[in-house]
């Protein structure tokens, strides 16, 4: 390098092309180095916060739930997961209560919102058929009107038991019946983007759930996943 | 190459260059440079900072390396070079703050990336770091950083009390306070900026024609 400096700063010469390649080549290759380098440190941490958001976010939709496992649909009935397994089938989650009790399952579902793709999480019964609570895990809906899909605790607190019989639907006013959800004034589009979401993932699912009673027993042994603890940076989440 | 020399470097030099960035030549206010990010994530106050903080990283990391690298980077790839050192700097923001604060992260999206065609950074590499000494430099970009937080905080604060009612998120006149929803939409941010850049302007042609008037007094004694 103190050649290469020597020569810049002793003659106006121009620099050959083997210097400007060698120049951006070594920039390149440290910039590259650098980037892995610290994709390497901050992976697992941002695994750990998304598997953790999701696991709060399980608990959240399951009201009273306290621990949790992660079922597969694999050949037409649910298995369990184990803690670490990764599967391309499709996923959901059973809620259990401290005494090992089923309370329903967790089920995401995503899809086109006013902005982007709306990421949500939601509680199903099936015992009771209904949608027993709701949260967006992702979404880039307009601050102040369509961000409001989670801001808004009137409109989600709509999802704490929401008959999902014959579907559910948007109305602008005022409704009685158990399957009507009151959309927001100002964001009708996202209002109802997150009932079609829904709409969608229980025509895909509720047709391979066990029928009512026969629910997957609860972990043995507590071996599914506790109250999430502050940092256990496991990276069980997986992508939709 | 170099406008300084390194002889030339003394505590006001370096205080001067320090604190023009921050006022008599602010990127924002003065120079209007970075409006993209000054309009998009400037809805609340946190955004704001966290988008300042972010940028400002950026600029004092690049700032720094340009200036110790000046002497190495042939002049015809020099802006290549400024854009991956930058764009270094920024893939690491970015991963850094999806670990440590992923709500901020969330609520950023894309804006995050775009650090790298900010304007300003590049702006500063070439107009200062790559002819100035690493102190100077230093100087100049921990100034203009400074100087665009403070802005970008002005107008997200501003936007977050007005539209939201809130200011970092703590509701300021309880709840039958009707937000004023346009604020933090995109047209309320140039709204904002067009107020805001008025009263600069005002303020400046003020100084300048008492400058003007005192002169004027001078030249009659």
């Known amino acids: 390098m103190n050649e290469v400096e020597l020569t810049i700063s002793a003659g106006r ?9 060698f120049t951006l080549a070594l920039a390149g290759m ?15 941490i941002i695994d750990a916060n998304k598997a953790r958001a999701l696991r709060e976010a399980v608990f959240e939709v399951v009201p009273g739930s306290a621990q949790l496992q992660r079922l597969a649909f694999r050949d037409g009935r649910l298995v369990p997961l184990g ?34 793709i709306i990421h949500l999480i939601y509680g199903y019964d099936p015992q009771r058929r209904r949608v027993i609570g709701m949260q967006v895990l992702e979404s880039r809906e307009t601050p102040g009107l369509g961000d409001r899909i989670y801001r808004d605790e009137a409109f989600v607190a709509q999802f704490s038991s929401l008959a999902v019989e014959p579907a559910i639907t948007v109305v602008k006013e005022e409704s009685e019946a158990p399957n009507a959800v009151d959309a927001i004034t100002g964001a009708t589009i996202s209002s109802k983007a997150v009932i079609e979401i829904i709409n969608a993932a229980n025509g895909r699912w509720l047709d391979r759930l066990p029928p009512a009673g026969a629910e997957p027993p609860a972990p043995e042994g507590k071996r599914g996943e506790p109250m999430p603890t502050s940092d256990d940076g496991d990276a069980a989440g997986e992508g939709s | 190459m ?55 990283f950026v600029l004092i990391g690049s700032s720094l390396l340009v200036s110790l690298l000046r002497h190495l980077i042939p002049k015809q790839v020099r802006i290549t070079t400024y854009i991956i050192i930058i764009a270094t700097f920024v893939t690491v923001a970015d ?84 937000p004023w929803v346009i604020m ?13 850049l008025l009263f600069f302007n005002w303020m400046r042609q003020r100084r300048m024609s008492r400058q003007v008037a005192a002169a004027a007094k001078e030249e009659a004694r």
């Open chain 1, 30 to 44: 440290l910039s590259g180095l650098a980037v892995a380098g610290v994709y390497q440190i901050t992976k697992p």
């Open chain 2, 95 to 178: 991963l850094t703050l999806e670990a440590m604060v992923p709500e901020i992260h969330k609520a950023l999206g894309a804006f995050i990336s775009l650090i790298v065609v900010n304007c300003l950074i590049l702006g500063r590499q070439e107009a200062f770091a790559s002819r100035h000494p690493t102190r100077l430099a230093l100087a100049d970009a921990a100034g203009m950083a400074i100087g665009f937080a403070f802005a970008l905080l002005c107008l997200g604060a501003t936007r977050e009390i007005l539209g939201s009612g809130s200011l970092f998120g703590f509701l300021l006149f309880g709840e039958q306070f009707e």
């Open chain 2, 184 to 196: 933090i939409l995109p047209p309320g941010g140039f709204i904002m900026l067009g107020v805001i």
């Open chain 2, 2 to 56: 170099d406008g300084t020399r390194g002889s030339d470097v003394t505590i006001d030099r370096i205080y001067d260059e320090f604190v023009k960035g921050i006022w008599r030549e602010n990127p924002v206010f003065v120079m209007v440079l970075g409006m993209c990010p000054m309009m998009a994530v400037t809805n609340t106050a946190i955004n704001a900072l966290a988008m300042g903080a972010a940028t400002a």
């Open chain 1, 13 to 21: 010469k121009e620099p050959g092309s083997l210097r400007l390649v």
């Open chain 1, 83 to 116: 803690r670490d397994e990764t599967t391309t089938d499709p996923v959901l989650y059973a809620g259990y209560d401290a005494e090992d009790n089923f309370l329903g399952y967790a089920i995401d579902g995503s899809g086109p919102g006013y902005q982007d």
